[in-house]
Structures are given as structure tokens and as C-alpha cells.
């Protein structure tokens, strides 16, 4: 089954406004990232918390992470219709190989003008 | 820098033929994943590349499918026979081995079997 399930599936809000995902994972990680997919294109990445961190900021987005709680939350702040998209959490592993994602079934947010 | 480039974007097949997806890297990226993504869902890693050989293809449905990167740049996936369900978006990624693992994606390919 996949790791790293979202919540809610799906986000409605008015532009200007907060919106915040949740995502929880059953197992151990290194970190968590963040990934944004808009219809019809590929995954982007916008940010990585590792495991010993429990807060970061990039721009609009804040990401807190809560090991204990095996649970993570996206937050974008004054979100604007360009923010419509999916948001994909994923478990990440650091091997050797290198890095192993395991996405959760994502959040559809969606941005109203 | 030039991203993660595959062709083709688009591709509707019947049940039962074989069909074929490219990937190129980005430049001096030694990992190359393959994910599937069905609609509605999270991407699924297919089978992950470090230079040509394999690292992880424990979810790849090997009666069906295959892939190979034989020079450790551009790797191509293939299934033969497709089936209703392969229905999907095929997502390639690379990252670095070292330093900042990031896994970058390319647009996809988005595969309708009829």
C-alpha cells in the first residue's frame, strides 16, 4: 500500500486564504518531501524535511514535521489561483543508490479567483 | 539546465500491442526512476537505474514489462502485452548519487490502452 497518505483528498478555498495538507506514514523515514503536479504536467518539487528537523519555510509554503506522530503538514499561505494543483507528500529513504520516494494518493487543492 | 525530456507525450494503443517510452536525464544524474501514475493516484516507482545497472525493479510486473538504460544516459521503458489497466501516466526522474538527491521529473508520457 502506499505510504504517506494525505488529508483532506481535496481542498477548496478562496484566493488570498490559507490551506493546509496533512500527511501521516506508517514507517521510518530520512525525510519527507513535498512535490506539486499541475493538470497535464510533471512533478515538481518544492521542499524536503529531514528526519531531525521540525520546521522549514520556503516562501509561501511551511512544512512541519512530527516523528513522534509519524505525520507532516504542508502549509501555503495566501494562496493564489496558481496554487491550483495536486500535492503529492513522499517518504523519502537515502541509500547509497540513492534517494527512494514513496508517494502517498496526494491532495487536489483548489485555488478559487 | 536542460530538465528530464520523454517522448512521446501522448500515446493510445490497442490491448495486446507492445509499446515503448523514452527518457533522457538530466546531464551527469547516474539514477534514473520510471514511475507509473493511474489516475487519481500517487505515483508507483516501476524500476530504479544507477548508471546501467538495476538497483530496485521489485515492483516492476517483469511478464509485461521491461526497461533497460544500456549506456547509463537515456533508458527506455517497454510493455508488451499492453493491458487495459497499464492505462497510466509513466513518469521518468533522475537525481544525483551524492549531494542533493532531489529526484527531478520529466512531463510524462500518458499511456490510453484500448
Known amino acids: 500500500s502506499q505510504q504517506g497518505e494525505e488529508d483532506p483528498q481535496a481542498l477548496s478555498i478562496q484566493e488570498g486564504e490559507n490551506a493546509t495538507m496533512n500527511c501521516s506514514y506508517k514507517?521510518?523515514?530520512?525525510?519527507l518531501q513535498w512535490y506539486r503536479q499541475n493538470s497535464g504536467r510533471g512533478l515538481v518539487h518544492l521542499i524536503l524535511?529531514?528526519?531531525?528537523?521540525r520546521e522549514k519555510h520556503s516562501g509561501r509554503l511551511r512544512v512541519t514535521l512530527d516523528t513522534s506522530k509519524k505525520s507532516s503538514s504542508l502549509l501555503i499561505t495566501a494562496s493564489r489561483a496558481a496554487d491550483t494543483a495536486s500535492y503529492f507528500c513522499?517518504?523519502?529513504?537515502?541509500?547509497?543508490?540513492?534517494?527512494?520516494?514513496?508517494f502517498g494518493e496526494g491532495t487536489q487543492l483548489t485555488v478559487n479567483p | 539546465e536542460a530538465g528530464v525530456a520523454q517522448s512521446p507525450r501522448y500515446k493510445i494503443i490497442e490491448k495486446r500491442q507492445s509499446v515503448a517510452f523514452w527518457c533522457n536525464p538530466i546531464s551527469g544524474h547516474a539514477t534514473l526512476y520510471w514511475y507509473q501514475q493511474i489516475l487519481g493516484q500517487g505515483p508507483k516507482l516501476l524500476i530504479q537505474?544507477?548508471?546501467?545497472?538495476?538497483?530496485?525493479d521489485s515492483q516492476l510486473p517483469k511478464d509485461r514489462f521491461s526497461a533497460e538504460r544500456l549506456k547509463g544516459v537515456d533508458s527506455t521503458l517497454k510493455i508488451q502485452p499492453a493491458k487495459l489497466e497499464d492505462s497510466a501516466v509513466y513518469l521518468c526522474a533522475s537525481s544525483l548519487v551524492g549531494g542533493d538527491r532531489t529526484q527531478y521529473f520529466g512531463p510524462g508520457t500518458r499511456l490510453l490502452v484500448l
Open positions: 514507517t521510518s523515514i530520512n525525510n
Open positions: 513522499a517518504k523519502g529513504r537515502e541509500e547509497t543508490s540513492g534517494s527512494r520516494l514513496t
Open positions: 537505474f544507477q548508471n546501467n545497472g538495476v538497483v530496485d
Open positions: 524535511i529531514r528526519s531531525n528537523e
